[in-house]
Nanobody, 115 residues
């Protein structure tokens, strides 16, 4: 099983980034997918989640209206579109797959929001 994140980087406040997570080694379309983030010195937190067929999404309050999670089961990829980025969005962002007791993490991608 492999989850590979990409798309992180340095962006100015107010800018946008699109994270991608490419999955392999399991039945992607059967798993709910999420994005977590962990700022330096802080706990990892759930940012957004999407159901296995993309029909339901959830967001932490701090990103509602700015971030959008989506998935393409044909491409085995989940995305996180991040707009109107703020300095407090700076963190390592992790992709997470879950189905019942089966859980997988990606290695993370750094997002830094700074002028």
């Amino acid at each position: 099983v492999q989850l590979v994140e990409s798309g992180g980087g340095l962006v100015q406040p107010g800018g946008s980034l699109r994270l991608s997570c490419a999955a392999s080694g399991y039945t992607f379309s059967s798993y709910a997918m999420s994005w977590y983030r962990q700022p330096p010195g802080k706990e990892r937190e759930l940012v957004a989640a999407i159901g296995s067929n993309g029909d339901s999404t959830n967001y932490v309050d701090s990103v509602k209206g700015r971030f959008t999670i989506s998935r393409d089961n044909g491409k085995r990829t989940v995305y996180l579109q991040m707009n109107s980025l703020k300095s407090e969005d700076s963190a390592v962002y992790y992709c997470y797959a879950q189905r019942g007791g089966l859980r997988f993490w990606g290695q993370g991608t750094q997002v830094t929001v700074s002028s």
